[in-house]
């Protein structure tokens, strides 16, 4: 039985705020399994009413970290998965942020894509719509690390 944790490194395109919350959902659903990172593209403060909403919504604390990917390039750590978190139907150019991923991250052998909406739309709701949002939002990336677990239980 391979006992070596999977090293997932999961990427926003933003500051990497829906990274943070995959990897607080894997380290509370994987026991261990999976040690996951997380990092964005841009550096910089979360903004306080979207973590307010995750404090609600989430039972476990996430940590924002302001590493970005361009860092863990430079260190040339190895990592089993890079997961890209992007809305494809934002303005984000999910197409561009995912091949520039690509390039950075192409000595990984695994490289998935979740479709996943940027909390930063939430800013732009208030009350309960700003809070069904944030949780939608969190159910699934929730929904998609079950998968990657489940998949690599499969694997291991």
């Known amino acids: ?16 705020v829906r990274a943070a919350i995959a990897k607080a959902i894997v380290e509370q659903q994987s026991n261990g399994m999976i040690q996951a990172t997380c990092s964005g593209f841009e550096p910089g403060e979360v903004p306080l009413a979207i973590l307010d909403e995750l404090s609600s919504v989430l039972d476990v604390p996430i940590k924002t970290e302001s590493k970005t990917v ?26 561009v942020f995912v091949d520039c991923v690509k390039v950075i991250c192409s000595h990984i052998p695994n490289r ?45």
Not at 76 to 91: A, G, K, P, R, W
Request: charged residues 20%.
């Open 1 to 16: 039985m391979n006992t070596t944790p999977i090293k997932v490194l999961f990427v926003c395109v933003k500051k990497g």
């Open 70 to 95: 361009f860092e863990y390039k430079r260190t040339n750590e190895n990592f089993d998965y890079v997961i890209t978190l992007c809305d494809q139907i934002s303005h984000e150019q999910c197409h």
């Open 112 to 156: 998935l894509s979740w479709t996943i909406p940027n909390l930063g739309a939430a800013l732009e709701l208030s009350g309960n719509e700003r809070t069904m949002f944030v949780k939608e939002v969190v159910d699934q990336i929730t929904f998609e690390v079950a998968q990657l677990v489940a998949n690599t239980q499969i694997k291991s």
